[in-house]
T-cell receptor
Framework: AQTVTQSQPEMSVQEAETVTLSCTYD???????LFWYKQPPSRQMILVIR??????QNATENRFSVNFQKAAKSFSLKISDSQLGDTAMYFC???????????????FGTGTRLTIIP | EPEVTQTPSHQVTQMGQEVILRCVPI?????FYWYRQILGQKVEFLVS????????KSEIFDDQFSVERPDGSNFTLKIRSTKLEDSAMYFC????????????????FGSGTQLSVL
C-alpha cells in the first residue's frame, strides 16, 4: 500500500515571501501521479498542480512549482510571491496508475496548514 | 468551469438513522468517487464507481455503505445505520475518463456534505 507523509503540520510565512511545503511518499510502483490540493476554509478541494512520475521536468503553474525527486520519493511544493488567498490546508496526494479502469484512487497525506501573514 | 454539485451542504442525523448524500457529477463524466474527511484528519478514499458498478472500495466502505446511480445524473452514497464515527465531510468527485491518463484531465471535487451524527 502507498503512504504519503507530510511532516509539517503547520507553516506560516509573510506575504510576498516564498514557502516550500514538503511531501514524501512510499511506493513500489513505477507509474504514478502526484498532486497538491488546496483546501481553503470553505473545505472545497482545489487541484493546485500535478506531476506525472514519468516526466523528469518539474511541473509549474504560475506561482506554484514542484520539486519532484523520484529516487528520493520526494515531492515538495513551492509557492512564490505568496498571497493572502494562499492561506489554506495543503494536501499532497498520490495516485497509482494501474490497468483496471476506475480503480484509480487518491491517497492523501495528513496536510499542512499554511497561513500567509499580512 | 463545470462543477460537481453536492446536496445537502450540511446534514444532521440521529445515530442509527439512514442518510443519503447526493451528488450530481459533471454531465459527460464516467467515473465517480466518494471520499470522506473526519475533522482535522486527512481525506480518505471510500469508493470508486464506473459503468454502474463499484470498481474499488476501501475497508472503511463496509456493509453499512452503498452507492447508486439511480437515474443517470445523480450519484448517491447511503449510510444505512449511522454511527457517531460517521461524522465527517463527504466529498463526491468525478472525472471524464480514466482521470489522469490525459494531461488535461483532472478529478473534479464537489464542495462536500458535512454529516453530523448525534
Amino acid at each position: 500500500a502507498q503512504t504519503v507523509t507530510q511532516s509539517q503540520p503547520e507553516m506560516s510565512v509573510q506575504e510576498a515571501e516564498t514557502v516550500t511545503l514538503s511531501c514524501t511518499y512510499d511506493t513500489s510502483e513505477n507509474n504514478y501521479y502526484l498532486f497538491w490540493y488546496k483546501q481553503p476554509p470553505s473545505r472545497q478541494m482545489i487541484l493546485v498542480i500535478r506531476q506525472e512520475a514519468y516526466k523528469q521536468q518539474n511541473a509549474t503553474e504560475n506561482r506554484f512549482s514542484v520539486n519532484f525527486q523520484k529516487a528520493a520519493k520526494s515531492f515538495s511544493l513551492k509557492i512564490s510571491d505568496s498571497q493572502l488567498g494562499d492561506t489554506a490546508m495543503y494536501f499532497c496526494a498520490f495516485m497509482n496508475l494501474i490497468s483496471n479502469f476506475g480503480n484509480e484512487k487518491l491517497t492523501f497525506g495528513t496536510g499542512t496548514r499554511l497561513t500567509i501573514i499580512p | 468551469e463545470p462543477e460537481v454539485t453536492q446536496t445537502p451542504s450540511h446534514q444532521v442525523t440521529q445515530m442509527g438513522q439512514e442518510v443519503i448524500l447526493r451528488c450530481v457529477p459533471i454531465s459527460n463524466h464516467l467515473y465517480f468517487y466518494w471520499y470522506r474527511q473526519i475533522l482535522g484528519q486527512k481525506v480518505e478514499f471510500l469508493v470508486s464507481f464506473y459503468n454502474n458498478e463499484i470498481s474499488e472500495k476501501s475497508e472503511i466502505f463496509d456493509d453499512q455503505f452503498s452507492v447508486e446511480r439511480p437515474d443517470g445524473s445523480n450519484f448517491t452514497l447511503k449510510i444505512r445505520s449511522t454511527k457517531l464515527e460517521d461524522s465527517a465531510m463527504y466529498f463526491c468527485a468525478s472525472s471524464v475518463g480514466t482521470a489522469f491518463r490525459a494531461t488535461n484531465e483532472k478529478l473534479f471535487f464537489g464542495s462536500g456534505t458535512q454529516l453530523s451524527v448525534l
